[in-house]
């Protein structure tokens, strides 16, 4: 295998996906010239998959990278790249579902995206975009209405593949349980401190593709910890195989059968991001990872409120 071609998995939709995708979240955000130089950098390093969402504002520096690299020849038509962006969560209604991936594909300047999820199993009130107080604007979430309007998303050709994100196994059940066309993908915090057991064997028995968000911790964020990156446990792993630590966090995902959103704009990073795919944990060190200690890093205090659907973080992520 080429060091930078990176593998894909195909989804329960029968379409193809690269198993690691270039995340697009940034904060601080850069100006949107220097986004889109980054994103083309990575389509040169070998990514072929780009995760943003509505909320991100980076659909359309994303948009004009794409167009750069057709026209630069990184690539040789649109089919090349695999696009994921994501439904807010002020347009989680059935109603609002088709007019947001409108204006995201206008943002995007594309006539689909080979993914699209709903951010989260939450509904906000629309014009509530403070992310300091979105909990006192938090509304019942119809979970079945909203996944109809995604399936009519499939229907009309704006996207290849449907899916959720921050789903918790029982809010995903519901889903699959009424579905015409099944989530392909759940995308959730997933790392070496949040290992997600009970899920991934979930989403692996019903043929949803589990994808790691934070695959590296926070990083620098104003939320969670540096507890993946400053691990002893993978530090120990790394220097013993010769490898970068990320390095070490990365495979142990793929190990697990899960895809993730990686996020570097360092081009030597973004190279060392992507070659985990000729060498392996050994069970000792797999055992070893198994030890570190869990705790969520996001815990999504935004969407829970006194007089919310969900009154507390037990209600949001149903136990888990």
Same mark, same amino acid.
């Given at each position: ?68 690299? %057709? ?5 040789? $038509?649109? &089919? ?53 107080? %979105? $909990? ?7 979970? $079945?209405?909203? @996944? ?6 499939? #229907? ?20 699959? &349980? ?15 401190? @949040? ?17 790691? @968000?934070?695959?590296?911790?926070? $990083? ?31 495979? @142990?995902?793929? #190990? ?15 190279? #060392? ?40 973080? #037990?209600?949001?992520? &149903?136990?888990?």
């Amino acid at each position: 295998m080429e060091s930078n071609k990176i593998p894909e998995v195909i989804l329960n939709s029968g379409h193809r996906m690269p198993l690691i995708a270039m995340g697009a979240v940034s904060d601080p955000l850069p100006p949107p010239e220097q986004l889109t130089s980054i994103y083309i950098d990575a389509i040169a390093t070998g990514y072929r998959h780009f995760d943003t969402a509505s909320i991100y504002n980076t659909e359309e520096p994303l948009g004009k990278a794409v167009a750069k690299a %057709l026209e630069l020849g990184l690539i040789k $038509n649109r &089919d090349e790249l695999f696009i994921t962006s994501k439904l807010w969560c002020t347009d989680a209604h059935h109603d609002l579902v088709l007019p947001a991936l409108k204006e995201t594909l206008g943002k995007l300047d594309l006539s689909y995206v080979d993914l699209y999820l709903i951010h989260w199993p939450v509904r906000i009130m629309k014009g509530s975009e403070n992310l300091e107080s %979105l $909990n006192e604007n938090v509304v019942p979430f119809y979970i $079945n209405a909203t @996944w109809k309007a995604m399936e009519e998303c499939c #229907e009309f050709g704006l996207a290849k593949s449907i899916g959720v994100s921050n789903f918790s196994w029982v809010k995903l059940k519901k889903i699959l &349980d009424q579905a015409t066309i099944p989530p392909a993908v759940n995308q959730v915090e997933m790392n070496v401190a @949040w290992q997600q057991e009970k899920l991934v064997e979930f989403c692996r028995a019903n043929g949803v593709r589990l994808s790691a @968000w934070s695959p590296l911790g926070s $990083n620098g964020s104003c939320w969670g910890s540096q507890k993946v990156l400053k691990s002893p446990v993978l530090q120990n792993i790394a220097a013993a195989k010769e490898k970068t630590v990320a390095q070490i966090a990365l495979r @142990w995902i793929y #190990e697990q059968g899960a895809s993730m959103v990686v996020k570097s704009f360092n081009k030597e990073r973004m190279k #060392e991001n992507i070659k985990i795919f000729d060498w392996k944990l050994s069970k000792e060190e797999v055992d070893n990872i198994k030890q570190i200690p869990q705790r969520r890093g996001f815990l999504g205090e935004w969407f829970v409120h006194e007089n919310g659907p969900y009154k507390s973080l #037990e209600q949001l992520w &149903d136990g888990e």
